[in-house]
């Protein structure tokens, strides 16, 4: 069969449409259902033709499967299309400032009334109190929320920020005698998780064989697109780069791979504090004095070695 031009199979396209006009496209929908269904025909087949060579895994469940890292194999091909979608789903997961502020007004407005005895208003100037002033009093004295006001902010709260305000994360703070718990661990929790998954998120694209781990060069991909995105490491001579990145994968390596396994576990990573400061010379090009003396600034790594 001869091989067919672009400009041949251009036209073969536009008259396939033009002959089946009454033929709707199927939408993204009924799309994925057809590679649902797809992908669980050729499970049940491979499951078959297991069971056909091995008829005791019908009693005894395969307990390791070895992974096929093949290029142009279904399974890598699956594996890395899981990889994206489920990094795009927790990306819509991920916070933003209004969502903060609004959680933030939430659970002042439906906390618990603290007024201290020595600053108990009169009935003649309660009225006249500022509410501004108020809220900033009731956050930094340490305003609580029982449970029904904590089930309240949920309610209000868009669907994505509803994992922040379940039962069990109510119950991980300390409670009052009145059953209540502070609002500023609440609100310190959802900055932290959400911190940690947008650390997590940020990893996650590098790890392209999808196990949970970097490898040494998904690190040197990683640090090395930290560079262009810091406005200190930006400032880096060409020359010095390949230095720098080195440099700071060994770092990686040295504190999280005490197995020398040549791989650093993502879980770990996130909750590193050199990630951390890795990560602070993105915000702005004032911190060059503040992390002047950190192992990641340009200060530190270009100082000379000895003095005479």
Known sequence: MAAMTRHRLADLLVSALQNGEGVRPPTEEEFEEEVQAKCVELF?????RSLAKVPSLRVIPRLFVKRD??????AEHTRREARIRMLKKQESLLLEQ?????????????ALPVVAPEDAPSPLDAGAQDAGKAEARNWSGGAR?????FCQVREQLPEKMSHYFEPSVFLHFPRDAQGAVSIVPIY???????GLLRKRITLGWYDFTGAGFLRESDLDN?????IANSPILSQLEKTFETFYVCTAVRMFLFFLDPGRRGKVRIKDMIRAPILDELLALRQSAVLS???SCEWVSFK???RPLFTM
């Open 44 to 48: 049940l087949a491979d499951q078959r």
């Open 69 to 74: 890292f093949a290029p142009n194999s279904i």
């Open 98 to 110: 209004e969502h903060l502020e609004l959680a933030q007004q939430l659970l002042l407005q439906h």
């Open 145 to 149: 929320i029982n449970y029904d006001g």
């Open 188 to 194: 310190q929790y959802m900055v932290y998780r959400d």
């Open 222 to 226: 990683f640090v090395q697109d930290e």
């Open 289 to 291: 004095e503040v992390c």
């Open 300 to 302: 530190h790594m270009n």
